[in-house]
Structures are given as structure tokens and as C-alpha cells.
């Protein structure tokens, strides 16, 4: 019966994956014991057949495998072509972001030495910059310092100046006072030479007249002699007389003779009588002559004592004159050299003066180009935004970025919820000062001074501030705008290079721009103003990039008084155009032209520049 029944149906043995068949491969034989070969022979078919079961799965699996690594492989293949074109492609692009890398690396390259170029430029302005800056500082400094030279050399000089001016004063006065000692010298030598002669002569009127009374003493003398013979000759002859009378009566022939003897001897006598009577008259006159001649000599001996004094005291005085002549000429010698050291002092002062103002000259031009280079460097063309406050009737919202690279130079407005941004070079908020935005200007206005173009100009929706910026309130110091405070800098400015050589001119002229019709604010004849004669303003540019308006009248300007009349004028015109235009005249446009004409007799230069605002 076992043997005739069909086996039972066997379910199929199924494998889900590796785990079923190591599974299976792990099962061990196990009899009941060791002597169940039955059930040991049963447990082997029923693993026999699982083994088959296994086997089959393996090759379906197998098979699958194979069907699904076919599947694969044309996958495989159809991968592999893909791949290839990819990969042909991606060589392609390789190549291409080769040749692309090549290219870039080229410009890589050439943008990193153009960097570095850029760099090294960056840095060689920035040390130029710095150089500049300190070249700047210390040209400011030393021109500070030589101003300051200068000034204390040109009060040196002035006081030297008037210090040779009194020493010149003095020699002049010490030699007109040396000419008159020099004169009187000569007048008291005249007179001591005169006064000498006079002694000579007096002396030898004195030695003659001695002479003469020696003379007439002998004279005096002999005839004193002869008187005195005379007499011991009268005697005698009395004696003999006498020895005759007494002889007469004696001797009477002998009387006759006697008597002859005798009255020859009384003619005798008598003529010596009339002789001493001469003698004795002529002793008298002697005597007067020797008397008025003592007279005389002691006159003149008195008179010549007198010049002696005097010739003395002249003498004196000489020698004093003498001494002070020497003196004068020892201070005229110090004097002449102290003038001549102060000559030279001043020379050398003057000297210093000439290279002081060289330097001055020199660091003028430094400063010049330092000052274009930094407005070069902040940019020749710069656009500022001033928000003026909110009238009373106003509302908005404006506020200014308080971080970012906009800081100084962003605002912000809101409109209907949404936020506008807004960056120009500068932002003056509405705290912002006239002097607060002419700080910003100023150095442009120098610049013009050095021989530039300037042009300021203010747009901006009506009312929004343009007049107040540019003209402000030119009463009031704190309220004055750009145009006023322009030209005070410029006038200023001017005057201080003065001292440098230079000699500015000046040109206003002022016009104003009503539907594209010009108007000349200058003009002195108001018809001219308002009339149709508008039309003949054109507007002319030459080679040059000079910009005139033909005939427009142009004011010569030498004081910032003269430009704040003549732009009270054109204020007074503009006000007179707008009664009669009434609300359309903010429509107008102003422009204000200074023409600047400069020369440098020193350094031999011109320059023509203009500021337009
Ligand atoms: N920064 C400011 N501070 C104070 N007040 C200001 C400022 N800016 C403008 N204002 C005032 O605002 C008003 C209008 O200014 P302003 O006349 O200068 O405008 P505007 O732009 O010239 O106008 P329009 O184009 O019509 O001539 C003036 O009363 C002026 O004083």
C-alpha cells in the first residue's frame, strides 16, 4: 500500500537568499542513534533534495544573474557609450577648460602683474601720497617758518634801515660838523699865520725903532760928548779968557789975536751952542720919539702879549679842536665801519631775503601741485547733497546710514513704506553750516588761484535750498554762502601771495537764465535788463574751453567790498525780474563768473583761470 499510494504532494522548497542555503549547508545528519541508518538515509533524501532544490535555485538564480548581467551589460554597453561620448565630451570640455585655464591663466597672470602693477602704483602714489603729504606739511611749515623769517628779516631790515638811516644822519652830521671844525681850524690857523705875521712885523718895528733909539742914544751920546768938549772947551777958552785978560794988559798984541781967538772961539761957541741948542732940541725930540716909541713898543709889547695869549688860547682851542677832529675821525671810523658791517649785515640779510622768498616761491609750487594732486586724487568732478531742515508745514522721513562704507556720504528717504537709498561724495545733514559746506569747497576755490577752471553749481527742486547754499544771507557772517565766502578766500588768498610776486586782476560778471533767455544782471541800464534786448546774449566757446556770453557787461573787482555791491546789484535786478515775473522766476538759473588774471613778475608766470557759481 506504501509502495502503490502516490507520495504525498511535497511543497516546494523555497530560498529567499544566502542565508537559506548556508543554512542548508550547515544542516547536519542526526539519527534518533547511532544505528538509525533509516532515519538517517530519510534525513539524507529529504537533504538530497533540498540540495537539488538549492542547486535549481542557483541556476535560476544563475540563470537570472545571467539574464540580469546581460541586462546589465548591454546597461554596461550603453553605459560604456555613454560614457565615451561623456567622456569625449568631457574631454572636449577638458580641453576646452584647458585652452579655457591657459587663457585664464594667461589673464591670471597678466591680471596679477596688472595688479601688481596697480599695486606697486597704488602703493608708489600712496607713498607719494604720504611723501607729498609730508612734503606738503613740511613745505607748509617752512613756509610758516619762512614767512615768519621773513617777517622778523624785513623788521630787521627796517630796523636796520633806520639804524643806518641815524648813522647816516649821524656821519652826515658829524662830518658837516667835522667840515665847520676843519673850516674853523683853518680860519684860526689864518688867523694864527695873520697874527704871527703881524708879531713878525710888530717885532721888526720893535727891533727898527730899537735900533733907531740905539741910534739916537749914540747920537745923544756923542752929542753929549761934544757938548761936554764943548764945555771943557768953553772953560778952557774962559780959562784962557780969562788967562788972556789977565794976559791983555800983559800981552795987548797979543789982545787982537786973543780977541779973534776969542771971537772965534764965541762963534766957535755960538755955533756949538746953536749946535747944543740943535742937539739938545733934537735930544727933546729923541726923547719924545724914544718916549712915543717906548709908548709904542709897550703897546705893542702889550699887543703881542695880548696875541701870544690869544695865540695861546687859540692854541688851545686848536689843540682841543685837534683832539676832537681826532676823536670824530675815530668815531667816523667806527661809524664807517659799523655801517660797513651793517652793509654787509644787510647784504646778507637781503641775501637771505632773495633765498627765503625763492623757497617761499618754490614751496609755493610744491603746494600748488601737493593741493591738485589731492583734488585729483579726491576727484575732479564731486557731487554733495546738503538737506536743508524741514519747514514747519513739512513732514518726511530722511535718515543717514550710521555704518557701511556709506557713513559721511548715504541717505536714506522713505516713500509710501518703501526705503530709498541714495550715495554721493558727501552728505551735509540738515545741521550742516554754511561754513560746514564751504570747508568742503574751499580748496577748490584755491585752486582757481592756482590756475584752474572752477564751476560750483547747486540743482535741486524749487525751494529746496540752492539760493541759501550759494548766496545765503550776505549781511550776516554765519549765514553768508559759497559765493561771498569764494571771494572773501579769493581776495584774501590773493593779497597774501602779494608777497610772492603776484599781481591778481579780477572780473565779475553775472547772468541769469529765464527760459533759455539770458539776462544781464549787471547791466546798469535796467531796460537792458528787461527789454527784448535779452536776444543778443550768444553764448560762444573758443579752442581754448573758454565759455563767454558776448556782450555781457564784465566789472573790473579789486575788494570784496566792490563784488558784495555788485552782488547786491545783480540781487536787486534778479528781485526787480521776479516782481515782474512773478511766480516763474525760481525757475530762472544764476551764474556768477570770476575771471582771474594773474601775473608773477618774480618767476616770470601767467595764469588765467575763472570760477563759475
Ligand atoms: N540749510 C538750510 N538751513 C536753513 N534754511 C534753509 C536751508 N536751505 C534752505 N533754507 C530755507 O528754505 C527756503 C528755500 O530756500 P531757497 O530759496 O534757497 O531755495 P531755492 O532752491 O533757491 O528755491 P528756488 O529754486 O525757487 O529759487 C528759504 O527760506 C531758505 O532760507
Known amino acids: 500500500q506504501n509502495a502503490a499510494a502516490p507520495p504525498p504532494a511535497e511543497a516546494p522548497i523555497e530560498f529567499a537568499g544566502r542565508e537559506d542555503v548556508d543554512a542548508l549547508l550547515n544542516e547536519k545528519i542526526k539519527g534518533k542513534n547511532k544505528m538509525d541508518y533509516k532515519g538517517k538515509s530519510e534525513q539524507m533524501i529529504e537533504y538530497i533534495k ?21 541586462k546589465l551589460n548591454g546597461l554596461i554597453d550603453a553605459a560604456d557609450k555613454h560614457h565615451a561620448e561623456i567622456v569625449s565630451q568631457l574631454e572636449c570640455k577638458i580641453q576646452e577648460s584647458v585652452a579655457m585655464k591657459e587663457e585664464l591663466q594667461k589673464q591670471y597672470a597678466s591680471l596679477g602683474e596688472s595688479l601688481k602693477k596697480v599695486e606697486a602704483e597704488q602703493m608708489e602714489c600712496l607713498r607719494s601720497y604720504g611723501d607729498e603729504k609730508e612734503a606738503r606739511i613740511a613745505a607748509e611749515s617752512s613756509r610758516n617758518e619762512l614767512s615768519e623769517e621773513l617777517n622778523r628779516v624785513k623788521l630787521e631790515q627796517k630796523r636796520l ?26 680860519n684860526l690857523q689864518a688867523d694864527a699865520t695873520k697874527n704871527a705875521e703881524t708879531i713878525d712885523k710888530l717885532q721888526k718895528e720893535k727891533n727898527t725903532m730899537v735900533e733907531t733909539m740905539n741910534g739916537l742914544k749914540d747920537h745923544s751920546n756923542s752929542v753929549k760928548l761934544q757938548l761936554e768938549m764943548a764945555k771943557s772947551s768953553q772953560s778952557e777958552a774962559l780959562k784962557q779968557k780969562n788967562n788972556l785978560l789977565s794976559e791983555v794988559e800983559a800981552l795987548r798984541g797979543e789982545l787982537h789975536q786973543v780977541r779973534d781967538d776969542r771971537d772965534h772961539k764965541s762963534a766957535e761957541i755960538n755955533s756949538l751952542l746953536s749946535d747944543l741948542g740943535v742937539y739938545k732940541e733934537l735930544t727933546g725930540k729923541s726923547s719924545s720919539e724914544l718916549e712915543n716909541v717906548m709908548i709904542r713898543c709897550d703897546a705893542l709889547e702889550e699887543t703881542c702879549s695880548n696875541q701870544t695869549e690869544k695865540i695861546k688860547t687859540l692854541q688851545i682851542q686848536l689843540a682841543s679842536a685837534n683832539e676832537k677832529l681826532k676823536r670824530s675821525n675815530l668815531t667816523t671810523m667806527e661809524t664807517m665801519s659799523e655801517y660797513e658791517s651793517q652793509k654787509r649785515m644787510l647784504e646778507d640779510l637781503q641775501l637771505r631775503l632773495t633765498e627765503a622768498e625763492q623757497k617761499i616761491v618754490d614751496g609755493e609750487k610744491l603746494r600748488k601741485k601737493l593741493h591738485n594732486t589731492i583734488l585729483e586724487l579726491k576727484g575732479n568732478i564731486r557731487v554733495f547733497c546738503r538737506v536743508r531742515p524741514l519747514l514747519s508745514n513739512e513732514s518726511g522721513a530722511v535718515s543717514y546710514p550710521n555704518n557701511g562704507e556709506n557713513i559721511g556720504r548715504g541717505v536714506e528717504l522713505m516713500h509710501n513704506t518703501q526705503s530709498y537709498s541714495f550715495a554721493f561724495d558727501k552728505v551735509f545733514d540738515h545741521s550742516a553750516s554754511q561754513e560746514d559746506v564751504f570747508t568742503e569747497i574751499s580748496q577748490l576755490v584755491q585752486s582757481a588761484l592756482d590756475g584752474y577752471k572752477v564751476c560750483i553749481f547747486a540743482y535741486g527742486q524749487t525751494g529746496s535750498g540752492k539760493t541759501h547754499t550759494m548766496m545765503g544771507n550776505p549781511e550776516f557772517n554765519d549765514q ?71 556782450d555781457l557787461t564784465i566789472v573790473d573787482v579789486r575788494s570784496i567790498n566792490e563784488v558784495s555791491s555788485l552782488l547786491k546789484r545783480a540781487a536787486q535786478s534778479r528781485s526787480v525780474g521776479k516782481t515782474q515775473m512773478n511766480e516763474e522766476s525760481s525757475r530762472s538759473h544764476c551764474v556768477f563768473t570770476l575771471r582771474i588774471f594773474g601775473v608773477n613778475e618774480v618767476c616770470n608766470l601767467l595764469l588765467t583761470s575763472s570760477i563759475h557759481a
Open 161 to 186: 634801515n633806520d639804524q643806518i638811516k641815524m648813522l647816516q644822519d649821524t656821519n652826515k652830521r658829524l662830518q658837516e660838523y667835522n667840515t665847520s671844525l676843519q673850516q674853523y681850524n683853518c
Open 50 to 70: 533540498k540540495l537539488r532544490a538549492c542547486i535549481k535555485w542557483l541556476l535560476e538564480r544563475e540563470d537570472a544573474n545571467l539574464a540580469e548581467i546581460g
Open 480 to 550: 553768508k554762502g559759497l559765493i561771498p565766502r569764494s571771494l572773501e578766500q579769493i581776495f584774501q588768498t590773493s593779497q597774501c601771495l602779494m608777497s610772492q610776486g603776484w599781481k591778481y586782476k579780477m572780473q565779475a560778471s553775472m547772468l541769469e537764465i529765464y527760459n533759455e533767455t539770458i539776462r544781464d544782471l549787471l547791466a546798469t541800464s535796467r531796460t537792458s535788463i528787461q527789454d527784448g534786448a535779452a536776444s543778443k546774449y550768444n553764448i560762444k566757446h573758443d579752442a581754448n574751453g573758454n565759455t563767454q556770453v558776448s
